[in-house]
């Protein structure tokens, strides 16, 4: 029997001023989450990298007796640094029952001229992963940059606005991705640094 299609099960976050937004794919099935937020596994290294990169401690979100994730800390962290996240995928179906983005067919795509239309003042969207940068790829018609690279596109947002922005692809945060943590962090700062966000 074929596997259900599912629809992604969080909303954009896209703070005031949002100036980068990230974008990944599609969580696990929710027995594996440790908060109701992106990147909700307590064993992904998104909120690990964010923790080294503006707090200096990789577990500055996370709970460990408890295997909790403070989704309300990452929000604020989020909100102060005009730092956005979506997804790339609106519907999927996981063919083999995980959250591999290998085994995950994208059903609908992010609508991203709507998705850009309520963050003016970004330029610049972030990639987590192969399979979301192939999405971004096909909707803006351009290649897929090289991990830790960009590419340059322009987009229709409406009748009347042409935005110019660039696609950021950034590694992998599951752990199935065979970089260590450190490696992935400079990625990551290093993109932060060239939009802005940190010095």
Known sequence: MPSLVEQHPFKPYLPDGTRVVLCGT???????????????????????????????????????NEKKIDKEGIQAMLTNKKIGIGETVIEARRLKDNASDKFLEVITPVDLPQLLKRIPDCKDIVTTGEKAASVIAALTNTEIPKVGENKEFKIKIDENTIRYMRHWRMPSTSRAFPMKLENKTEYYKEMLRAVGIIN
Do not use: A, Q, T, V
């Open 26 to 64: 599609f969580p696990p099935k929710k027995d594996k989450w440790s908060m109701d937020f992106f990147y909700p596994n307590f064993y992904n290294d998104m909120w690990r990298i964010f923790g080294l990169i503006f707090f200096d401690d990789k577990e500055h979100f996370f709970n460990k």
